[in-house]
């Protein structure tokens, strides 16, 4: 046995051979492609997608498919089209046979000579001839029509009506300058441009957005994009798509369109410059539909780092808000959708149970009630003790700020890489730092109220010390996660200091009385630059410009835009502030009011004073009046160190009309003169303008005045 076993093993070991590792893999018959085939397709695939060749629609799936549709429905509706073509043409025709029966031409011309009563008898004559010319074609039709219907039977018969029928289509097409389709009174123009680009150049030049002479360059074909028809187009050399946004309602007119259905932005990025525009035209008022529910309704909870879901635009794109890192400013008149607004900002952040929030209605209603159940510190009513609880609540936040930012400095930086509050930290307990959000409701109470309080021994009305406060808060609550979100039906710059707006991020403002109470929402200028809410429609509630302090679905780089707010009634606000509340329950971050523990707020009184350097206030400078203060904020934005600037630039940026302009700013002690500037052949010419020197003088006098 011993015997077999060993020579079995050293059998065994001459056949076994280590062949070393094992390797998978797919048996692939075709080679791979050479170097110099792969250069060969990327360069073709590069032509193909760059030539003007080319067709766009053989360019882009989405454009291709978009064709094939517009191919689909142009069949189906093809033979409605050729019937009509075809009535027009027998029209058309019958009316080219009465001027030449009548001898329209002839008749015509010697009235103009006036020898019509020498010329009467040749008409006649002529007339009765070319009457019995039609009777010898009718009658030699009809009988040439029976023999051939006789001997070759009907189909000849029908041949020949085909025929006559494409003609009659042919002579009866949609053609402007045809014969027979003039009307004496023009109906309603249509959106031909979508199928014809020249009608497009017209209107650009109806606009005189360009010149007589000059073109616009097609980039991309007019298509579908939602319930309306967009195109990309640049302008000639040396124009700006800013003059087509500014003259927006102008376009519109000769596109026979309502400016709401006209969208014009400036293409930017990559693929735009300073002359593309895309327009983008709605088939109809975008915003006759109801509104829409807030989508809010449908989720459980909410993150507050995520934009709410705010409105829909022109295209039906839904339009979320940004709010933390930020601030919100609503403006409107009675009636407009203000409180609407301001509570669908209000909502995302109630169904995050980690937000802490400070509600003061001062519209002292009710439409803020039931944020009591979720509100760490909650008030309502427009006494003054109200405002003074207001001016106490801002105190605090000033303190709460200032002790954030002493709490960042002892964090590591990876807790805390920059000197902002990050999510985790808004949600780690220990820190106690949460997302704290104060509304403000009508706030322009607090901001009027005379009542006299004392900062460190310095007199100053409540309104003037709260006015301090939320400014400071603008400036520096932000990267600590404080948001502020004011709401008024005041906007004017008597009510909310210039100081306050100007570092309110975001701003939404509907509909107002004029471009002025606009301006002081939107920012100043914003009227010349194509956003003005007082154009706004009285039937179009809750439709508003919104400025956005971060990007939105409309792109990083949109100045504004026009939004139509979610609609939430009294039931669905009443269901958020009862789902946040009971997530905060389950979650355990429920307090203050919401608890029954609205305690005193904490104040440092020394410690905030000296944070936000009251205590000698500085006077608030006079409000200027109107054209002039327009023209300084425009001279501080755009004049740089010229000394004199032409009246005709300041009139094409204010978008003012140029002789009431001149009485005006004369009115107000600023004389215009004539002076000489740089020309665009690099010469000079001589205009009428401004010294810039005596403008700022004569604002300086009115001040001093005021």
């Not at 076993?5 to 059998?11: K, M």
């Not at 002529?126 to 009988?143: E, P, S």
Request: hydrophobic share 45%.
């Amino acid at each position: 046995m011993n015997g077999e076993g060993s020579s079995l093993a050293r059998a065994e070991a001459v056949e076994v051979e280590h062949s070393g590792p094992v390797l998978y893999g797919e048996l692939v018959d075709d080679a791979p492609p050479s170097p110099v085939a792969l250069s060969r397709w990327v360069r073709f695939v590069r032509w193909w997608r760059s030539s003007p060749r080319v067709p766009a629609e053989l360019k882009s799936r989405a454009l291709a498919a978009q064709a094939a549709k517009d191919a689909a429905v142009a069949v189906l509706r093809s033979p409605w089209r050729y019937l009509r073509a075809v009535v027009r043409g027998v029209v058309a025709g019958l009316r080219w046979w009465r001027k030449w029966v009548t001898v329209r031409d002839y008749r015509e011309a010697v009235e103009e000579s006036q020898k019509l009563a020498d010329k009467f008898g040749d008409i006649r004559e002529l007339t009765l001839f070319r009457w019995k010319v039609t009777a010898a074609i009718v009658a030699t039709v009809a009988v040439v029509s029976v023999v051939v219907a006789w001997v070759y039977g009907e189909r000849p018969l029908w041949i020949a009506g085909g025929v006559a029928s494409v003609a009659l289509a042919v002579l009866g097409r949609r053609k402007d300058g045809s014969p027979g389709r003039k009307p004496s009174l023009a109906g309603p123009r249509a959106l031909t441009w979508t199928m014809d680009p020249q009608v497009l150049v017209d209107a650009f030049r109806d606009a005189k957005l360009i010149g007589k002479d000059e073109m616009l360059r097609l980039v991309e074909r007019a298509t579908r994009v939602g319930d309306g028809w967009a195109v990309t187009v640049d302008l000639p050399a040396t124009r700006k798509a800013a003059d087509v946004i500014k003259h927006r309602e102008a376009l519109a007119s000769a596109l026979a369109v309502d400016e709401i259905q006209l969208i014009a932005e400036r293409v930017r990025g990559n693929g735009g410059h300073a002359g593309r525009v895309a327009l983008w035209v709605a088939d109809e008022d975008p915003y006759s539909a109801p509104p829409l529910r807030t989508p809010l309704l449908g989720v459980s909870r909410w993150d507050a780092w995520r934009p709410v879901p705010f409105g829909r635009d022109a295209r039906d794109r839904r339009i979320d808000l940004p709010l933390v890192w930020t601030s919100l400013l609503v403006g409107a008149i009675p009636r407009q959708g203000k409180t609407f607004a301001t509570r669908l900002a209000a909502a995302g952040l109630i169904l995050d149970p980690h937000t802490r929030l400070y509600v003061a209605d001062f519209k002292a209603g009710k439409d803020w009630v039931a944020a009591e159940q979720v509100a760490h510190r909650f008030l309502s009513g427009d006494d003054p003790e109200h405002v003074l609880a207001l001016k106490d609540w801002l105190v605090e936040l000033v303190g709460e700020v200032q002790g954030r930012y002493r709490r960042m400095r002892e964090l590591d930086d990876e807790t805390c890489p920059e000197s902002k509050i990050t999510p985790a930290m808004s949600r780690d307990t220990t820190l106690d730092m949460p997302v704290t959000a104060l509304f403000i409701d009508e706030v322009q109470v607090p901001l009027e109220d005379r009542t006299p309080v004392d900062v460190q021994g310095k007199k100053l009305t409540a309104g003037e010390y709260i006015g301090e406060l939320l400014t400071w808060l603008a400036k520096k609550a932000p990267a600590a996660g404080i948001v502020l979100v004011l709401a008024t039906q005041r906007p004017d710059s008597k009510t909310i200091p210039s100081g306050l707006r100007a570092v309110l991020g975001s701003r939404f403002a509907l509909r107002v009385m004029d471009w002025r109470d606009s301006n002081i929402v939107l920012g100043e200028q914003m009227n010349t630059r194509g956003f003005d809410s007082s154009r706004l429609l009285p039937s179009h509630k809750g439709v508003g410009i919104l400025r956005p302090d971060g990007e939105t679905q409309a792109g990083a780089d949109t100045l504004a835009m026009t939004v139509r707010t979610y609609y939430m009634p009294g039931e669905d606000w009443q269901t958020v502030c009862r789902r946040g509340r009971a997530l905060r329950e389950a979650l355990g971050t429920l307090t203050g009011h919401a608890v029954g523990h609205d305690t005193t707020p904490w104040l440092d009184h020394a410690a905030v004073a000296k944070a936000i350097g009251s205590g000698a206030p500085a006077r608030e400078p006079a409000a200027l009046p109107e054209p002039l203060a327009s023209v300084l904020d425009y001279l501080d934005r755009n004049a740089d160190d010229r000394e004199f600037v032409p009246t005709a630039e300041l009139v094409d940026a204010l978008d003012v009309e140029p002789n009431s302009f001149g009485r005006q700013m004369g009115d107000l002690g600023c004389s215009s003169r004539r002076d000489r500037v740089p020309g665009p052949d690099g010469g000079t010419r001589q205009v009428r303008g401004y010294v810039v020197a005596d403008v700022r003088a004569a604002a300086e006098r009115l001040r001093d005045e005021l």
